[in-house]
């Protein structure tokens, strides 16, 4: 089928791109005529395919069609017109000339909202249901038959950008495909239009965009994010208009306590708190705005509008002059190729370094007798007027941050008092979740609540992603030298390690992780990790390349390792959560952001800061909403994932029809540990236990099936048990604990079947396999023998204290390996024997990311570490780590 592609901006280039993936011909596409010299990118993704494309600045003129323009469009023989997003008005000639018609799409489920503004007033009216529609173009204004719809939830603080972005642009993209697919089977829908519940409310343009004070406080919230960022809802204070971005209704906990905003019309004054302006309706509810445009376009945080350093500059005192002339004498010494030094002069375009840098510091320290200032703060101060109203404000110390207001939960636990965040952390804040949704989390050790955690919407993922990106593009952390951002990482793993007692208890407390493997893995490594991966921050280089020469002319061709944006790093909740989100944030080495979905924040922000920026987005949750949310979001550009093979294969999908984000997994194990005759049998017996019941079997790497040599197999196996017995299971924050509580309720009832499943088939139970009848989630290291491979717990892993076993002719060495690789998971591997030349043979036919040789479970954070087949792939820790957060770029120069 001929197509001709009718339509603009971003839109219609994808749904351009998709047609022709499809294998539907498209003979011509109709665009907008160039602006300011910039091609619109729908016809620029055309020429480059070699697609005929036509700029007409308009198709009629005094009502009627223009000739010329017609004969060039017919001339193409389209059998459809397909209109993505398209703002000239096409006249009937052309719309009908096909003969399939013409579609178009409209983002509104109409005959709702028909008209240009659809989306502001869908959002303006307070729809609760939104969507777009594909229509047969008619010469009405959206009134053609209907041919699909698509609808979506419209979430509370959703703006006209989020709700494009997160379905009106990716579904709907998807959507145009679709259509052409059902015109092309011969199958598309003509459904005429229902009249009743039309609506046409016109173009939202700026002169409209007033607020109107009397109506409630829900009306006002939906009339600013309706017009959120365009064209913006404004009112008039303070002798200026202000427009009012970034609305939400979600007040709880919020105190109406700042200074009074009087606003003419309003039922009360707005008031300017820390949170933002809270503004009310005239039925005295209350509405929170984040962000203010100022009338000369400056756009400053609501909480900000009072404080005069903020909207203008400072009037400088006398002295405060003398000392602007001095530092403008340090400028002109240390930029001699500066002729003046203006309000304008710009630092770092004047031609200074980092070393300038730390010298104009250290010249303005002594000449303002030691006020604080840093090298950062040269960074964020670039021009010389800046930097002086940054100096001023510092000495006369104005400069000073908001506390962070966080809520604690305190506990006295291990002779210690834990204070504990229980709320999302987004953009600095600690914030509840929308709706002030919560959820227990439990400490296993007794079944009790530790406290009510905010528990994530996806309204909150989307908060958390826009902060995420906004500090990725625009904050300090990608301005400060490499060199700077390890400092801090330093000082992090100093900070951690001053308060490691603390960290571990929390593991202990809400993972059920015994308390003295909390304090050297769990955190110990966290530790490790921060230091290992500060060292590596200014040592991420490229390279150069020679390429062939153009003569006379030379070339140069280099490449930058950069980072590749926003992530999210999704972390289990029956896995040492703290290990691995801290890993993930450690490795990324100052390159993305992260956003944790699972588990308790320990202490304070201090503590949790990570390589990516300074304030991590922490957003506990379920991840089938969070999760899946972020995996969708247009502006994640990498996921890290552990967990189930199952989940991790529904992450990819969703990775790959969304934007095509960079993937990670470390998925299922089913890791084999092969223990030949020739073994230490002590050290094997001592490491097999440690394969499995390392952190009570809740370890990724943990030795899903042990193979025996038949020799020492029943010697081995009474050994085992007799260690069994002698193992202390109890509170993990006992010191004399070797086995704490599985990690909650759900993971304790499938291992309780797993072994009822293990007996049913046949295998031999030779211990445990039973609840321990205690308070708590606790579960018997179990032993089973006579494992065959066809069983249930001989394939599937447990992810719980149970050693399976299975026998191995004595010398059949092929065999058991074919055994060993006979998974489809291949996270870890382990062989235990004194004939390195064995040792060898087995390590290079295991199928495995790690192989461990006469020791398990040694891992290290400067050793990678990932999976082979369905246990995923990509590498944490290590140098290789450092590719998941980075992506390559080509430079060439010619000379």
């Known amino acids: 089928m001929k197509i001709a592609v009718i339509g603009q901006s971003l839109f219609g280039q994808e749904v351009y791109c998709h047609l022709r993936k499809e294998g539907y011909e498209v003979v011509g596409v109709f665009t907008v005529p160039d602006k300011n010299g910039k091609a619109d990118p729908l016809g620029l993704e055309a020429e480059k395919d070699g697609v005929p494309v036509f700029k007409f600045p308009r198709w009629r003129e005094k009502g009627q069609a223009l000739p010329d323009v017609v004969a060039k469009y017919q001339a193409l023989g389209a059998e459809l017109n397909v209109l993505p997003f398209c703002s000239q008005f096409i006249p009937m000639e052309v719309i009908n000339a096909p003969r399939h018609g013409s579609i178009i799409y409209h983002p509104s489920l109409l005959p709702r909202h028909r008209g240009a503004s659809a989306i502001n007033w869908t959002l303006i009216h307070g729809d609760k249901k939104g969507g777009f529609t594909v229509f047969w173009a008619d010469d009405g204004l959206d009134t053609g038959d209907l041919l699909l719809q698509r609808e979506c939830e419209i979430l509370p603080d959703d703006t006209v950008s989020t709700l494009y972005n997160r379905f009106l642009f990716p579904e709907g993209i998807k959507g145009m495909v679709q259509a052409v697919r059902l015109i092309a089977e011969g199958r598309a829908p003509r459904v005429p239009q229902p009249e009743e519940g039309a609506t046409y409310e016109g173009i939202q343009k700026k002169e409209t965009a007033k607020i109107n004070w009397e109506q409630p406080a829900e009306a006002i919230h939906n009339w600013i994010r309706g017009n959120d960022k365009v064209p913006g809802a404004w009112t008039e204070a303070c002798g200026q208009k202000l427009t009012f971005f970034n609305s939400t209704l979600n007040t709880a906990g919020l105190v109406p306590e700042g200074e009074a905003l009087p606003i003419p019309g309003a039922h009360r004054p707005g008031v300017v708190t820390k949170a933002g302006l809270i503004l009310f309706g005239n039925d005295d509810r209350m509405l929170l705005v984040k962000n203010i445009q100022l009338e000369d376009g400056k756009m400053i945080p609501a909480s900000h509008f009072f404080r005069g350093e903020d909207s203008s500059a400072l009037e400088l005192t006398e002295a405060e002059l003398v000392t602007m002339e001095g530092v403008r004498s340090a400028w002109k010494r240390i930029l001699p190729n500066v002729l003046e030094v203006e309000d304008s002069t710009d630092f770092f375009k004047s031609g200074a370094a980092s070393v300038d840098v730390v010298r104009l510091v250290e010249e303005v320290k002594e000449l303002c007798d030691g006020v604080e200032l840093e090298n950062e703060d040269v960074y964020m101060a670039t021009t010389f007027k800046d930097f002086i109203q940054l100096l001023v404000r510092k000495l006369r110390g104005d400069d000073k941050e908001s506390e962070c207001i966080i809520d604690y939960v305190e506990k006295a636990v291990n002779k210690l008092t834990l204070r504990m965040p229980h709320q999302l952390f987004i953009g600095g804040t600690f914030v509840d979740a929308e709706g002030a949704k919560t959820y227990e989390t439990i400490n296993p050790t007794d079944g009790s609540v530790i406290c009510q955690v ?72 966290s530790i490790q990790t921060f230091r290992y991966f500060a060292g590596w921050c200014d040592k991420i280089q490229g390279s150069t390349i020679p390429i062939n020469q153009a003569r006379p002319n030379r070339n140069l061709t280099l490449t930058r390792k950069e980072p590749i944006g926003v992530e999210s790093g999704h972390t289990p909740e029956p896995q040492e959560p703290s290990v691995l989100s801290r890993q993930n944030m450690a490795q990324s080495s100052g390159l993305g952001v992260d956003v944790r979905v699972k588990g308790l924040m320990p202490l304070h922000p201090s503590t949790s800061e990570t390589t990516l920026t300074p304030l991590p987005r922490l957003l506990p949750s379920a991840g089938s909403l969070v999760g899946q949310r972020l995996s969708d979001h247009p502006d994640v550009r990498k996921i890290g994932f552990t967990g189930s093979t199952e989940v991790g294969k529904h992450i990819m999908k969703s990775c790959a029809l969304s934007n095509v ?116 989630f606790f579960f018997e290291p179990t032993v089973f023998t006579d494992v065959e491979d066809h069983m249930f717990i ?5 992810f719980g204290p149970v050693m399976v076993i299975s026998r ?46 006469n020791t398990y479970n040694k891992t290290d954070v400067a050793a990678p570490f990932g999976g082979f087949k369905q246990s995923g792939f990509g590498k944490d820790l290590g140098e290789a780590a450092l590719n998941e957060y980075l992506r390559v770029k080509t430079v060439t120069f010619e000379y």
């Not at 300090?476 to 900070?495: C, P, Q, T």
């Not at 001989?794 to 447990?798: G, H």
């Open 661 to 776: 984000k960079k993937v990670s997994l470390e998925l299922g194990g089913k890791s084999p540990l092969i223990i030949f005759a020739d073994c230490d049998l002590s050290k094997a017996v001592q490491m097999g236990m440690s394969s499995v019941f390392f952190n009570k079997g809740e370890n990724c790497i943990a030795a899903g099936r042990l193979f025996v040599e038949d020799s020492i197999h029943d010697q081995f196996v009474q050994k085992v048990v007799e260690e069994v017995k002698k193992m202390k299971i109890g509170n993990p924050l006992d010191r004399d604990t070797n086995h704490g509580p599985q990690n909650h309720q759900a993971h304790l009832r499938k291992l309780i079947e797993y072994c009822q499943r293990g007996v049913k088939e046949g295998a031999t139970l030779v211990c445990g396999g039973n609840q321990v009848p205690r308070p708590g």
């Open 454 to 525: 905010s528990l994530a919407q996806v309204s909150d993922v989307d908060k958390a992603v826009a902060a995420a990106k906004d500090a990725f593009e625009n904050g300090l952390w990608g301005k400060i030298s490499a060199r700077d951002r390890g400092r801090l990482l330093y000082r992090l793993a100093d900070l951690m390690e001053q308060h490691q007692e603390e960290l571990a208890t929390i593991e202990a407390l809400d993972a059920g992780a015994v308390y003295t493997l909390a304090l050297k893995t769990h955190v110990g490594m």
């Open 808 to 853: 191995f002719a004595d010398g059949d060495m092929d065999t058991v390996l074919s055994r060993a690789n006979a998974t489809e998971f291949g996270l870890a591997s382990g062989v235990f024997t004194r004939d390195i030349g064995k040792a060898l043979y087995v390590s290079d036919k295991l199928e495995a990311g790690t192989v461990f040789i």
């Open 794 to 798: 001989a394939k599937e892993e447990s």
